[in-house]
């Protein structure tokens, strides 16, 4: 099944990305516990679509102080804050899969990550989708992440590798490219080393088989031609003609 433009006429009009993302990951959870994981892992989709939360200064200034008791049991009253901003914090999507242990009681594993719009689209977006991907490879988690956004061309991959000390020059994508990456991270002699397998994605071409490591010696392969043309297949969204 070649890669599709989701995000642009015609498909864009026929069929609503978050509706392939969530069908998408839901597939490659439900495939990874039929075929692939151990019994003692468990894949679950987790999604969610963010919410613009907006907070307006004449609310704040219209709150009553709140006096807080403290441990001694004396009431404590602080000053009005010296500083109050309003703040918009921008939608965060999650459209991911996460692997557990049920051994050792749930702990998480693994992360394959869909990269939506709004992954992509502000400052704050794109660092808070990097650092939860840097703070999965701090604690020994296996990322994956997936990138077949067109419409807009922030590249996370390159961003995540500046994030952990790597310039975006070398790391073998140019801004606006389609890609999917899986990544790990090993200790040895007490030094932690992060291991990539970048791949570009090309529309029309066909998607690459990437490792998850649940652990130092444990990779799993994640078919993506697989997971994806059985979610076009389920979506009923027809092959480009001419493939």
């Not at 864009?12 to 003692?40: D, M, V, Y």
């Not at 594993?109 to 704050?124: D, Q």
């Amino acid at each position: 099944m070649p890669l599709l433009d989701h995000f642009h006429p015609p498909l864009k009009k026929r069929r609503h990305w978050e509706s392939f993302h969530h069908a998408w990951a839901s597939g490659l959870a439900g495939h990874r516990n039929q075929h692939i994981l151990p019994r003692r892992y468990i894949a679950e989709p987790h999604v969610k679509l963010g919410v613009e939360i907006e907070a307006d200064v004449a609310t704040f200034e219209e709150e009553e102080e709140v006096a807080v008791p403290s441990t001694g049991g004396a009431v404590y009253a602080p000053p009005k804050p010296p500083l109050t901003l309003a703040v918009d914090f921008a939608s965060i999507d999650v459209f991911e899969v996460r692997i557990r242990d049920d051994e050792s009681p749930g702990d998480l594993v693994a992360a394959i990550e869909l990269i939506s719009p709004a992954n992509k689209n502000r400052p704050l977006q794109r660092r808070a989708f990097t650092t939860k991907c840097a703070s999965y490879l701090q604690s020994g988690v296996g990322v994956l992440i997936v990138d077949v956004v067109t419409e807009r061309r922030a590249n996370l991959h390159a961003e995540l590798l500046a994030l952990l000390g790597h310039p975006a020059e070398g790391n073998g994508h140019a801004s606006g490219d389609l890609y999917a990456a899986a990544y790990r991270t090993l200790t040895k002699r007490k030094k932690v080393r992060l291991e990539v397998w970048p791949e570009r994605l090309t529309l029309g071409a066909k998607l690459p088989t990437l490792p998850l490591w649940l652990a130092a010696d444990m990779p799993v392969p994640v078919d993506l031609e697989q997971s994806y043309a059985a979610t076009c297949e389920l979506l009923r969204i027809p092959r480009k003609k001419g493939s």
